[in-house]
RNA sequence: GCGUCUGUAGCUCAGUUGGAUAGAGCAACUGCCUUCUAAGCAGUGGGUCGGGGGUUCGAAUCUCUCCAGACGCACCA
C-alpha cells in the first residue's frame, strides 16, 4: 500500500524527499492558514541502530515556524505524506518513478523515518547507471574560470614531500574542478628575481671555481645540496670553459633547476599549465613601466603608502586584518618579495577569472591578511582569491621521524619517495587527510600490499571486479562483446528479483551518494573527501564479494544483476581515484 | 605576548549544513582458502570526543575560557 511519487527529470532518493517534504509542507501551510516560507532541513541517513532508508529533522527544525512541538508536527507531516488526496505528480513529459515509500515512521524528539520500497532504490540505480557521467559529473552548467596556482617551490632545489602535498591537493583539485566542467588553468609562480636567485647563482659559481681547482670556502647560507656542485662538474665537462666570468651562471642554474622541477612534477603526475616568471612584473614595457609601478601608483594616490626611513610601507594594519604595516620597497629602492607578489596577484585579477586558489604551506599563514588586503586596496573582490594551507608533512620509516632540515641538503626528495614507495601510494598517503591536519608519512606502510594500505586495498577492489568481468565473459560465451553500457527498463523486474539483500540496497546508496561526495569536495575544495568515500565503497565490496558469488553459472539473470553492480562500482572507483591521478589497475 | 591550525579507541586518523546508541584501519584475541584474486572477509574487546562554562529541543561539530602541541609574527622568500 505504497505510496508512489512521479518526478519527472533527475533528482535522485534524496533530493525527492525533499521537494516531497516541501510540498507537504505547503499543504500543511494552507491547513493551517499560515504563509509558507522555506527553511532549511536535512535529508539524511538515520544511525545504524533505526530501521529506515531516510530520515528528516524537519520537524524539530520547523516546530518553532508551525509553533507546535516537534512530535505532533511529525504526525501531521506523516499523514500528509501518507494522503492520497495530494497529488505530487509533477511529470507533464515523461515521468520516471523514483520514490516509492512503503512506510513513515515518527521517532525521537520528532525524526520522520522513511522506509523506502526496494524499487526505488533500484529505478534510481538503473537511473544513474545509463547516465552516470551526467549524473555524477553535472554542475548544472554554473561553470567557473578558475586559475589554481600551486608548488611554486623556489627553484632552488629539487622538490620534497612537502611542496608534493601542495602538488598533489593543486592537481587533484585541478582534475575534480574539470570533471565539474570549469574552465582550469594551473600555474607555477617562479621566483626568480630576488635575493635567493643571486645566491644560487653565486653557489653555482663557487662550486665551479672550485672544479676549477680554486680553494674558496664554501659560504654558510649558501646552497649546499650535492647537485649543485654535479652541475658545476657537468658545466665544466661540457663546456671546459676556464674563465668564469664569461659563463652566465644565472641562466643555467634557472634552467638547470625548472628542468629538473618540471621533470619532477611530471613524474608525480603533474601538470602545469602556465609558468609565470617574477621577472615578468618587473619588464619594463614600451612606456618605460612595469606591473610593479602600475600597482604602485595606484596605492600611492590612495594615499596607502608612506615613507619611513626612506623605505616605502604600506599600510595593512588600519584597514585590514594584518597586525602591522609592511615595507614593500627598502630603502636601496630594491622592491620586497611582497612588493612582487601584489603585483603579480593583482596581474592574476587583470586576467579575469572567477576564482584564483592559491595553495600555500600554513607556515605562510601569516602570510594571507597582507596579500588579501592589498588585493582589496587595488579595488580587488577579495572574495575572488581562496587561500588553501596545508599543514606539514614528515615522513616517518620504522616507526621513526625521518629528519628533514631543507637547511643543508638534508632532505629526502620527492623522487625518493616516489623511487620507495610509487606514484599511487604517495599521492594517496599525501591525498588522504584534510589539509588542517599535519601528515605523518609512513614509507613503511605505503610499501605494504596489504589491506593496512588504503590505496592498495582499493585498487584490489578495482581489480578484482575487472577479473570477474573476465571470468564473466568465459563462462557466459553469449555476452562476449557486450559491454553494458545501458540498462533498458524491462530489466527492472529482473533487478527487483535478484538484487534485493541489504547489502545490494547499501550499496546502490553508497554508488549514488558519490555525487554528493564530489559537491563536498568542490565546495571545500578538499579532496581528502574523495579517499575516505572510496574506502568506504571499497570496503562494501570486498564484503559482498566474500558473501555473495557474482557468478552463477546456473543463474544467469541474478548474473547478469549482480555484474551490473559491480561494473557500476568499479565506474565510481575508477573515476574517483582519476580525480586523485592514481590509477585504477585491471589486475595485480 | 599576539595570531593560525590541531587535540576523537593503545597507535594513525574519518566524522559534510549542529541531529537519534561517535566510526574506520592498525595493534590484541577468535574464525573463514578443493569455491569468481586470502593483496580478501566475518566476529570480540577497546571512548568522560583535552578540561570547564554558554547557546540549543539536541553539541565531537557553534561560542567563551583554560590546558597541551605544531607553525607563524623580517627592509627573507
Known sequence: MGKRIKFRGRKLIKKDLKNLINLALKKLCVLEKINYKEFDFNVEVPPKNIKADYATNVCLVGARY?????????????????????????????????????????????????????SSFLYSFL??????????????????????????????????????????????????????????????????????????????????RQVLGEKIDFPENHYMGDYITEIARDLYEEKRIKDYKQIDFKTIILNKMLDIIKSELKRFNVEIDNWFFETKILEKDS????????????????????????????????????????????????????????????????????????????????????????MEYLGNDKEKLHIILYQLVSLIRDGEKVAMSTRKGEFISLVEVLEEVGLDATRFFLLMRSTDNPIEFDLSLAKKSTNENPVFYIEYAHARIHSIMKN????????????????????????????????????????????????????????????????????????????????????????????????????????????LGITAPESM
Open 66 to 118: 508551525f509553533k507546535k512541538s516537534p512530535k505532533i508536527l511529525s504526525e501531521e507531516l506523516k499523514n500528509i505524506l501518507l494522503s492520497e488526496d495530494i497529488d505530487f505528480i509533477n511529470s507533464k513529459k515523461e515521468s520516471k518513478i523514483f520514490i516509492n515509500i512503503k512506510n513513515i515512521t515518527c521517532l525521537g524528539q520528532g525524526f520522520l523515518n522513511f522506509d523506502l520500497d526496494l
Open 127 to 208: 537511473y544513474f547507471y545509463n547516465n552516470k557521467e551526467y549524473y555524477f559529473f553535472n554542475n548544472d552548467d554554473k561553470f567557473k574560470k578558475i586559475l589554481l596556482e600551486f608548488v611554486s617551490a623556489n627553484p632552488t632545489g629539487p622538490l620534497h614531500i612537502g611542496h608534493a602535498r601542495g602538488a598533489a591537493i593543486g592537481d587533484s583539485l585541478s582534475r575534480l574542478l574539470k570533471k565539474k566542467g570549469h574552465i582550469v588553468e594551473t600555474e607555477y609562480y617562479v621566483n626568480n628575481a630576488g635575493n635567493q636567485m643571486n645566491i644560487l647563482k653565486e653557489s653555482l659559481e663557487i662550486r665551479y
Open 287 to 374: 612606456s618605460g613601466t612595469n606591473d610593479l609601478d602600475r600597482v604602485m601608483k595606484i596605492l600611492e594616490d590612495k594615499n596607502l603608502i608612506k615613507d619611513i626611513d626612506g623605505a616605502k610601507w604600506l599600510n595593512t594594519a588600519e584597514f585590514s586584518e594584518d597586525d602591522k604595516d609592511r615595507v614593500i620597497i627598502r630603502k636601496d629602492g630594491r622592491p620586497t618579495y611582497f612588493a612582487s607578489d601584489i603585483a603579480y596577484h593583482e596581474n592574476k585579477y587583470i586576467r579575469n577569472y572567477d576564482l584564483m586558489i592559491d595553495i600555500w604551506g600554513a607556515d605562510h599563514h601569516g602570510y594571507v591578511p597582507r596579500i588579501k588586503a592589498s
Open 472 to 579: 564473466f565473459y568465459n563462462e557466459f560465451h553469449e555476452y562476449n562483446g557486450f559491454i553494458f553500457d545501458k540498462i533498458e527498463d524491462k530489466y527492472l523486474s529482473i533487478l527487483e528479483k535478484n538484487l534485493n539483500q541489504e547489502e545490494d540496497i547499501s550499496i546502490i546508496k553508497t554508488l549514488i551518494s558519490f555525487k554528493e561526495i564530489l559537491n563536498f569536495a568542490e565546495r571545500d575544495f578538499s579532496p581528502h573527501y574523495i579517499t575516505t568515500y572510496l574506502l568506504d565503497l571499497a570496503g562494501k565490496f570486498h564484503n559482498y564479494y566474500n558473501k555473495y558469488k557474482i557468478i552463477d553459472k546456473a543463474n544467469s539473470n541474478k548474473t547478469l544483476s549482480r555484474i551490473l553492480l559491480i561494473k557500476e562500482i568499479a565506474f565510481v572507483i575508477k573515476n574517483g581515484l582519476e580525480i
